[in-house]
């Protein structure tokens, strides 16, 4: 046993010897040492942030000893009570750190054993040798400012660089550099380039004519004519934006409770027309966070701003607004942390970061930003939860504005001098004077809505229920963020079914007053609502019904047991899910006319003043008047205001932010808890960060500006490195979504800054970046895989050689559908359900729930739609997604990951639109093929590889073909059932059509050919 050689605090024993030291009886490094220099960021920190600073880190309230290892000032200073140094540069001897990780007694060694950490003999070894050679230190890589490093002067086969780009000379260095025996690959193969160019731009195969025009277009800027054309294609955007929709969680549903549909869809479009006009990367940031603050937003720029409500909510009863509150705002800091700047924030939210030099007062500063939202974060359970604007297409827009011309015209003649029609309107008035035996009916007033469950909302009261008389004046207080007050309804008329009413699992009122003189009997009533209905007349309930229905005349007839003079009824329609609406009728003979307007008719038309004449008049014309012309001119209106509604209730609505005026305060939560408010905190960005400007506003505006400044280290490394990732699998930093002490470091540090700094230089311009990347030789490389390269370097991180992984499951059935000839390529739009099996969204769902079941769309011009416009149910993916790794979009999704599993061979050989896409494949080939003598199987090779057919490619398809078709032709049945999927169900193959059932076994067989040629792994690489 050794005797200890310290006392205090740091009671340790002296390091055992280790031959990978090579140190002096000194305890120093020997003077014919030769290893060369010891790369602190890459090399040395990685080993501290894993192993040490969890208990010597940031983290101030786990920190041990008082000793930070993450800061070279704390490291090398004398601890006061043992009087020792964790770090005496050049000395192994004095060292705290190499005695306590070089000891045998468990009581001193580091980690310590209970930690679960332990330290590797080459990890010791390299500790030692970084303090032998001074423990030089640095700070963290990615929170150096962005320089643009020299270029490498060659590149192998370019003595003079003046042919490489750029990204091929950092490559080549390292290559060199490595000490490795790579080389780079030669060029790939122009088939395979031209299909991983386009699938990389646009997410789409080639065809085969592309290619073939590729290939015969010998000039020295055919590959890059190539890259310009795929980057004008509105697809560029589709694809673009679908990696981009991971990142920010965009999902189709609310994401918790009843997961009911949300309408965002237009944010998703605003992203892919952002890349497809290559809006600049800085107002592509700026836009998303703080568009709203921008000087006279565009209607695009409210519509980005659904960035900051992409984030899961609920409705479900029994949550506290409050907690809901701080919840929606922690997910927008944490995506905006990891988005922009590759920052683990939400790891700040109940303490200081152990790894990073991040502190709750950090994460709660910029939660300050994020936490004046002028809306209830309750959700209500509905598409529109507010604040939200109206997206109106082109075409909406026009009808809108011809609508409103049309009615104005109307109305205008309408309010004309009408002599005769005023006639009319005496004898009206006298006629109604004397009437001794009236009923009239007031207009509807409306008042709504209030969400809530179905249960509460048949067993609760709310608003005006319980009452005895109705107060037009008063207004509530509404859980989705806003007041509701009674609203004059005088369109709605009786007899006729008025859908529309707001609220997707919500209770809404109308109220009308009935006025009758001597009643004799009980007024018959028929009432129609969607969903349950309770009927008030005078504070008394005479009616409840829970049911779950549409709207419809005779659901409900009752008696009205009407008294003398005035009478208050009032109905509640409570909807469980869906749409809401009301049917109202009475066989009485009566005139429905306002108080207003009987106030009015009884004063006399002597004694009105000018306005009152005029409402009067109005309201003959347009309610009471029975002129065949004037009826004409009032149904012509009608007709004309119910089509403005139509249009008007089918624009798409979108999430957005709206600024409170008053700004919320911020406090540190302890242990990140809702109701745990410590001291209140104002707006700062991460002081660890260069600091905001002082001309930026203290907003969320400033704060997207801040993220842009040239000084900011994060924003343009992130950016840089997601997008590097889109082309090769792995980013320059593997972990794209963990810049810190914690992620991985970059493969390719210089290469990292080189391009930050020109896309940042660049004006932000993405395609310019995108174009540099495609362009190197680094891309284009052939992906063939040699066993060297798996020997040297497997995960290709020293980018020896081309891309080659499986396509993402959007590509692959996009791929499908294209080569199947099935794809409807129109871009943006409402989502869509392409068919799936029926009881996956009921296996979650609750019987509330407007997705509690699936319904398949059936035309085809939403059920072919690329796979970006899938409807996306967060707590049931799209199956043909999740399957392949797709993220249910809960949380932000930087990467992918990619596995391989039985299922997914299953799914791409037996799913229905799988089988389809085969069906359509073989269809094409047939039909285009009968006469010209090329064979079917040739055909489809082509049309799918890209290239020709080899002879043992032949005979393996042509094999299967017989072996098929004499299969079919003993089972017709099975041969019709495989062939009638999907779109081709309801085909017409009748005699007259080459598909009719004396050529269903060819068909079939040339399906399951098709089958096989889809599923073949270079038809499901990127090679």
């Known amino acids: 046993m050794f005797t200890p050689l310290r006392s205090g605090t740091f009671m340790v024993l002296p390091a055992l010897c280790f031959v990978a030291m090579a140190v002096t009886a000194t305890g120093r490094a020997s003077e014919g040492d ?72 468990s009581d001193d060694l580091m980690p310590p054993p209970e930690s679960g950490k332990s330290l590797t003999k080459e990890q010791v070894a390299l500790l030692t040798r970084w303090v032998e050679q001074g423990a030089q230190w640095d700070q963290h890589w990615s929170f150096k400012p962005i320089t643009r490093p020299a270029l490498p002067q060659t590149v192998e086969g370019d003595p003079d660089g003046t042919a490489a780009n750029p990204i091929d000379l950092f490559v080549s260095r390292k290559l060199q550099t490595h000490g490795s025996s790579l080389n780079p690959s030669p060029r790939a193969d122009r088939h395979d380039l031209m299909r991983r160019l386009t699938f990389d731009l646009t997410g789409l195969p080639p065809t085969l004519e592309e290619v073939e025009a590729f ?18 294609s509105e697809h560029y955007g589709e694809h673009m934006a679908r990696f981009w929709l991971d990142a920010v969680r965009y999902g189709d549903t609310h994401g918790l409770h009843l997961d009911n ?66 919840r929606n705002v922690v997910e927008r800091v944490v995506a ?5 700047m590759g920052l683990t924030m939400d790891c700040t939210r109940c303490h200081d970061h152990k790894f990073d030099p991040l502190t709750m007062e950090d994460f709660y500063s910029m939660f300050a930003y994020f936490n004046n939202i002028d809306g209830n974060p309750m959700d209500g359970n509905i598409k ?47 006629s109604w004077k004397n009437d001794d035996n009236r009923l009239l009916l007031s207009e509807w007033y409306h008042l709504g809505p209030f969400a809530d469950s179905r249960e509460n909302q048949v067993r609760q009261k709310h608003g005006p229920e319980g009452g005895s008389t109705i107060d037009l004046t008063a207004s509530w207080e509404l859980e989705e963020g806003r007041s509701a007050s009674w609203k004059s309804r005088p369109e709605w008329t009786d007899g006729e079914v008025h859908n529309g009413l707001p609220g997707d699992m919500a209770s809404n009122f109308l109220y009308r007053m009935i006025t009758v003189s001597n009643p ?116 012509k209106l009608g007709e004309l ?82 997008i590097w990732q889109q082309f090769f699998g792995t980013g320059i930093v593997k972990t794209s979504e963990d810049f810190g002490s914690q992620g991985e470091p970059p493969s390719h540090p210089d290469l990292l800054d080189w391009l930050a700094a020109d896309f940042r230089d660049s004006g932000w ?60 390529p129109t871009v943006g739009g409402p989502p869509v359900k392409p068919p799936q099996p029926d009881g996956l969204w009921f296996a979650v769902g609750y019987s509330g729930s407007n997705t509690v079941r699936f319904v398949a769309d059936k035309e085809p011009g939403k059920t072919h739609r690329r796979s970006l416009y899938t409807f996306h149910k967060r707590t049931s993916p799209p199956p043909q997604m999740s399957t392949f790794d797709g993220p249910s979009r809960e949380a932000c999704v930087m990467r992918r990951e990619r596995t391989n599993t039985p299922m997914q061979a299953l799914l791409l050989m037996n799913d229905q639109q799988y089988v389809e896409t085969a069906a359509g494949l073989a269809r094409l080939a047939l039909s285009g093929n009968r006469g010209s003598g090329e064979s079917p199987a040739r055909w489809m090779f082509r049309r799918c590889f890209l290239r020709d057919p080899s002879a043992a490619e032949m005979e393996i398809l042509l094999s299967a073909y017989h072996s098929q078709l004499a299969d079919f032709q003993s089972d017709i049945p099975a041969a019709r059932q495989l062939v009638s999927v999907g779109i081709f169900a309801e085909a017409d193959d009748g005699p007259d059509s080459p598909f009719h059932s004396a050529v269903l076994p060819e068909l079939a067989a040339w399906t399951m050919v098709a089958n096989l040629i889809l599923n073949s792994d270079e038809i499901l690489s990127k090679n």
């Open 520 to 635: 004799s009997s009980p007024m018959p009533v028929s009432l129609g609502s969607d969903d349950g209905v309770k009927v008030y007349l005078n504070g008394e309930m005479i009616l409840s019904r829970d049911v779950s229905r549409g709207a419809a005349a005779g659901q409900e007839n009752i008696e009205l047991p009407l008294k003398d003079g005035v009478n208050h009824l009032l109905i509640k329609i409570m909807n469980f899910g869906g749409d809401s609406g009301f049917y109202f009728s009475t066989a009485a003979s009566t005139q429905v006319i306002p108080v207003e307007i009987q106030q009015l008719l009884a004063v006399g038309a002597g004694s009105r003043s000018g306005p009152d004449i005029k409402t009067v008049r109005d309201f003959y014309r347009s309610r009471i008047g029975t002129d065949p012309e004037l009826v004409s001119l009032r149904t």
């Open 765 to 824: 311009d993405v395609k310019h970046l995108v174009k540099m990347i495609v362009m190197s030789g680094t891309y284009c490389q052939s992906s063939r895989v040699l066993p060297r390269h798996r020997q040297v370097d497997p995960g290709n991180r020293l980018l020896a050689r081309g891309p080659r992984y499986r396509l993402d499951a959007e590509m692959l059935r996009d791929q499908a559908l294209a080569l199947s000839g099935l794809l409807v």
């Open 261 to 326: 549909y949300r309408e965002i869809w237009p944010y998703r479009d605003w992203v892919i027309d952002a890349f497809n006009q290559n809006l600049p990367y800085d107002g592509f940031i700026t836009s998303q966070l703080a568009g709203d603050l921008l000087p006279q937003p565009t209607t695009g720029q409210l519509v980005a701003t659904g960035f900051n409500r992409c984030h899961v909510t609920t409705a479900e009863g029994g949550s506290i607004e409050e907690e809901v509150h701080v």
């Open 384 to 430: 529109d939860h507010k604040p939200v604007i109206s997206v109106p297409t082109d075409y909406q827009q026009s009808r809108l504005s011809s609508l409103d011309q049309a009615i104005a015209a109307a109305e205008s003649r309408l309010a004309e001098p009408w002599d005769r029609i005023d006639g009319l309107q005496t004898v009206w008035e006298n």
């Open 215 to 232: 290939l015969s277009d010998n000039s020295p800027g055919a590959y890059e004519k190539v890259v310009d054309r795929l980057l004008r």
């Open 641 to 722: 205001r119910e089509e403005r509604e139509n249009v008007r209730r089918s624009v798409p609505t979108t999430l957005v932010w709206k600024e409170r005026v008053e700004p919320r305060p911020a406090y540190i939560l302890r242990r990140g808890e809702y109701d745990q408010k410590g001291r209140e905190v104002g707006r700062r960005t991460p002081a660890a960060l260069p600091p905001m400007k002082e001309d930026f506003p203290n907003d969320r505006l400033g704060f997207a500006m801040w993220l842009t400044m040239d000084e900011h280290p994060l924003t343009a490394r992130v950016a840089v490195n997601r």
């Open 34 to 105: 030769s290893l060369q220099p010891i790369d602190f960021a890459t090399e040395i920190r990685p080993i501290l942030s894993d192993n040490c600073f969890a208990c010597h880190g940031p983290d101030s309230s786990k920190r041990k000893a008082g000793l930070r290892m993450d800061e070279r000032d704390s490291a090398l200073a004398r601890n006061e009570k043992s009087g020792v140094s964790a770090i005496v540069p050049g000395d192994t001897v004095q060292s705290e750190l190499i005695v306590r990780i070089t000891t045998t007694d």
């Open 336 to 340: 905006t942390g990891t988005v922009f």
